[in-house]
């Protein structure tokens, strides 16, 4: 299994950023897609899920309304679409497979002014 994360990057306030993550390794149809966070001195925290099909998305509390989970089954790709950034959303961003204990590198994404 691998994953791996890119896209992240310093952005101002108000800012947008997309994240990918390439998915190899297992049948990434068959799998719910998470993204999740790592900000510093804190525990990883998921934000946002997407389901095989992509019929359902779950967001956290924090980022709904701001942040849009998809997916592309055909190229075995996952992708958050992050709008109206703030200093809190500052972390370390992670995909992973539902029930599959695999963690990529992770995107770093900063937002600073």
């Known amino acids: 299994v691998q994953l791996v994360e890119s896209g992240g990057g310093l952005v101002q306030p108000g800012g947008s950023l997309r994240l990918f993550c390439a998915a190899s390794?297992?049948?990434?149809?068959?799998?719910?897609m998470r993204w999740y966070r790592q900000a510093p001195g804190k525990e990883r925290e998921p934000v946002a899920a997407?389901?095989?099909?992509?019929?359902?998305?779950h967001y956290d509390d924090s980022v709904r309304g701001r942040f849009t989970i998809s997916r592309d089954n055909a190229k075995n790709m996952v992708y958050l679409q992050m709008n109206n950034l703030t200093p809190e959303d500052t972390a370390v961003y992670y995909c992973?497979?539902?029930?599959?204990?695999?963690w990529g590198q992770g995107a770093q994404v900063t937002v600073s002014s």
């Open positions: 992973a497979a539902a029930g599959l204990d695999y």
């Open positions: 390794g297992f049948t990434f149809k068959e799998y719910v």
């Open positions: 997407i389901s095989t099909d992509s019929s359902k998305q």
